[in-house]
């Protein structure tokens, strides 16, 4: 039977990630400017992020812009917007699937517990699913950033350091993974016959079992 706790907390975990990934899809803070060599200027900040970009200044004013074309963006910023936006439609799916097939909710009353549970697993293997989807964006960005911060070929007011928004990703990955992992780990039954058809059979058909075991048996005593 169903663990209706283990369903309820992978449930919402998973929902936290989906919120949190939501988040940082739209906040434009994956990449911020990096003050290195002789010149320091900290009168202003970029912020960079998947839409739009920020400056602050130091006044506390603040001018965001979005981006004017898409098909002028990078290659791994392009494949970061799909897979975001790919992943967040998953966990949208996920939750329709959750809901209807959770233990707690009266969702499809009329069904066999098979039914919503298998309803469950289906979420479960979604969000995990979306879990990665939102890994791959957020790391390839990070490695990025690093690697362009380390390459003396690049200048210096083009490094850009880690943004929180990308910290942010990778807590909502993770709880994408591990709330998916234990709506999954709720939703499986506790036990289960490593043979169900025979034992399907045994039960629809009682005598037929006990001259299968009586033939069995015969044998056995011949040898006696």
């Known amino acids: ?14 929902v936290l990630g989906w919120v949190f990934g939501a988040l940082v899809c739209a906040a434009p803070l994956w990449r911020v400017s990096a003050f290195v060599g002789g010149e320091l200027v900290i009168a202003q900040v970029l912020w960079e992020g998947l839409w739009m970009n920020c400056l602050s200044q130091t006044t506390g004013h603040i001018q965001c ?3 004017d074309s898409t098909l002028a963006l990078s290659t791994y910023a392009q494949a970061a917007r799909c897979l975001t936006v790919l992943s967040l439609l998953l966990c949208l799916l996920a939750l329709l699937f959750g809901v209807l097939g959770a233990k707690c909710t009266h969702c499809m009353a ?5 039914t919503k549970a298998q309803l469950a697993r289906i979420s479960a293997v979604l969000y995990m699913v979306a879990g990665f989807a939102y890994l791959i964006p957020i790391s390839w960005t990070a490695y990025a950033i690093v690697r362009d911060f380390y390459d003396p070929n690049v200048a210096a007011p083009l ?4 943004g929180p928004a990308l910290y942010l990703g990778w807590g909502a990955s993770v709880l994408l993974l591990l709330g998916g992992a234990l709506l999954y780990i709720g939703s499986t039954p506790a036990g289960g016959s490593v043979l169900p058809g025979f034992t399907r059979a045994v039960r629809d058909n009682p005598t037929s079992a006990a001259a299968a075991a009586a033939e069995v048996k015969a044998p056995e005593k011949s040898f006696v």
Do not use: C, D, H, I
């Not at 490094?159 to 880690?162: A, I, Q």
């Open 1 to 14: 039977m169903a663990s209706t706790g283990l369903q309820l907390v992978g449930l919402v975990l998973a």
């Open 65 to 67: 812009k979005s981006y």
């Open 110 to 114: 009329t069904a066999k517990q098979a």
């Open 159 to 162: 490094k850009r350091e880690l």
